[in-house]
T-cell receptor
Framework: AQSVTQLDSHVSVSEGTPVLLRCNYS??????LFWYVQHPNKGLQLLLK??????LVKGINGFEAEFKKSETSFHLTKPSAHMSDAAEYFC???????????FGTGTRLAVRP | GAGVSQTPSNKVTEKGKYVELRCDPI?????LYWYRQSLGQGPEFLIY????????DSGLPNDRFFAVRPEGSVSTLKIQRTERGDSAVYLC?????????????FGPGTRLTVL
């Protein structure tokens, strides 16, 4: 079985400062990992995914994540937060087929002016 | 192009009633997924279809829940004898085909409230 743990339920940053959203995973096989973002009243959108290629993954809107097997982590970062980044972020692991996604409980990111 | 659409956007029903939730996937997508998101939680997998058949229904919580996709396009999630604990946002996603290389595109969800 696979699971993810998002270490912070809420993160607040000032506009223009770095963002770090933390995620640890557990998997009995080489995992595929994703970050999704959910803006209010909008559908979930894929930010980026790791599927055993490069360990540093670049996504949309300036986000990136690094897969660290030794730490079982897949933290999401962005160098400079923008007001439009305020949303709920989900770390996700898939089963070996890639079809059944297991979501974390989410991290709500607030961006202060 | 059109994304995944779900109807209704909101559904309020009474305990014990039957409800149907509809999902229209992106045209041409053969894989379709249902998830349930309870308040303050991440989405939980319910079932997925490849074409007309349910490839994995291991996430359905009990036999009150059933889903169909008779023509390999539109899918309906059916809930019998609804309970207050069924209140959640039901999300549908579709993908060009199953498997790791294919992104799941999510709809906006149907918010179900059981009174």
């Amino acid at each position: 079985a696979q699971s993810v743990t998002q270490l912070d339920s809420h993160v607040s940053v000032s506009e223009g400062t770095p963002v770090l959203l933390r995620c640890n995973y557990s998997s009995s096989y080489s995992p595929s990992l994703f970050w999704y973002v959910q803006h209010p009243n909008k559908g979930l959108q894929l930010l980026l995914k790791y599927t055993s290629a490069a360990t540093l993954v670049k996504g949309i809107n300036g986000f990136e994540a690094e897969f660290k097997k030794s730490e079982t982590s897949f933290h999401l970062t962005k160098p400079s937060a923008h007001m439009s980044d305020a949303a709920e972020y989900f770390c996700v692991v898939s089963d070996s087929s890639g079809d059944k996604l297991t979501f974390g409980t989410g991290t709500r990111l607030a961006v202060r002016p | 192009g059109a994304g995944v659409s779900q109807t209704p956007s909101n559904k309020v029903t009474e305990k014990g009633k039957y409800v149907e939730l509809r999902c229209d996937p992106i045209s041409g997508h053969t894989a379709l997924y249902w998830y349930r998101q309870s308040l303050g939680q991440g989405p939980e997998f319910l079932i997925y279809f490849q074409g007309t058949g349910a490839a994995d229904d291991s996430g359905l919580p009990n036999d009150r829940f059933f889903a169909v996709r008779p023509e390999g396009s539109v899918s309906t999630l059916k809930i019998q004898r609804t309970e207050r604990g069924d209140s959640a946002v039901y999300l549908c996603a579709s993908s060009p085909r199953q498997g790791l290389r294919n992104e799941q595109f999510f709809g906006p969800g149907t918010r179900l409230t059981v009174l």
